[in-house]
């Protein structure tokens, strides 16, 4: 092996054991990347269904309130105790059981039930059919499930992601162990045009791994 295909084959060696390893640690880091999104992902879809769950749990006692209340305003109307004709005002009345009922009504399902009302006694035709066609019937517990849920769905596409960039690290490891291979196989050829043939190929490989390797979103460790 002449003296300048030596060099050429040293530097590229060296440089390709060089970027080997680099390449290894990225495929590393992106892989811890990949571990942690999925763990954030997980714990949002935890906190997500936990959320949702507890949404349900109130939308029933909501559903619960209404329908005892309207069995109960009708009794109490029956009894000449409340007005519910249209165009009335309704006041929860002392003493009856649906003014009890109303006075318990959870704070958060309050605006929409009280809008309703307003609609229903004003215009029966008109009002929606329950307080729960509202725009002003909102659970919070839903929202911050939908926003766990995104969150998740957010950290699942940031695992798949760090996935791919572990994969392509880990092929430019295997790309650079072949440019080690024909660099390292140059030197047993007793052929110098075998030789020049096998260190060309090694560094046309090196160049483009090279340049793909390069090219990937990195992880510095600083």
Known sequence: MSERVELVATIILALAAIFTAWA????????????????????????????????????GI????????????NEDAK??????????TYEPTPGTLSGFIYQRVRPEFAPAFDAWI?????????????????DEYVVEDRLTAQEFLVEAETQAENAAI?????????LTVVAFALVLFFGGVASKLASERNQAITIGT???????????LFSLPKIWPW
């Open 202 to 212: 090694a560094t046309v490989l090196f160049l483009g791994t090279s340049v793909v």
């Open 118 to 134: 307003e609609a229903f006694f004003a215009n029966r035709s008109t009002a929606p059919p329950t307080p729960f066609s509202m």
């Open 24 to 59: 290894a640690f990225e495929s590393a880091k992106w892989s811890g990347v990949q571990a942690t999104s999925f763990a954030k992902a997980g714990a949002a879809r935890t906190e997500s269904t936990r959320f949702d769950t507890a949404a349900g749990q109130k939308s």
């Open 162 to 170: 760090a996935n791919q960039n572990s994969d392509n690290y880990v």
């Open 62 to 73: 909501d559903v619960a309130t209404y329908t005892t209340w309207l069995a109960a305003v």
């Open 79 to 88: 009894d000449g105790l409340v007005d519910i004709s249209e165009g009335a």
